[in-house]
Nanobody, 117 residues
């Protein structure tokens, strides 16, 4: 079993920044991707960013040039740096770990991000 814990959410004004963290523990595989998703009330869950198996990163068009995903392998932590936040970024953010060589995946409990003046 893999456990994921997100942290770093909070209330910020438009234009502000937050850094989310996703810490993995338990039986963490050697090769995996981490996705960041978000979901706002009434909206579909949206894939925001991915740190791939090969170490590349992908971003949704809505957050490109504002968000950055990175990983600290030693700490088993994946970060989502969010800059120039907008009210439409308000959502619960979840990390998702996808092992390369097994079909199951893992989810954290989510962390709330609210962007409001």
């Amino acid at each position: 079993q893999v456990q994921l814990v997100e942290s770093g959410g909070g209330l910020v004004q438009p234009g502000g920044s937050l850094r989310l963290a996703c810490v993995a523990s338990g039986r963490v595989p050697n090769n995996y991707a981490v996705n960041w998703y978000r979901q706002a009330p009434g909206n579909e869950r949206e894939l925001v960013a991915t740190y791939t198996y090969t170490g590349t990163t992908n971003y949704a068009d809505s957050v490109k040039d504002r968000f950055t995903v990175s990983r600290d392998y030693l700490k088993r932590t994946t970060y989502l740096q969010m800059n120039m936040l907008k009210p439409e970024d308000t959502a619960t953010y979840y990390c998702n770990l996808q092992p390369r060589w097994s079909p199951e995946d893992y989810w954290g409990q989510g962390t709330q991000v609210t962007v409001s003046s």
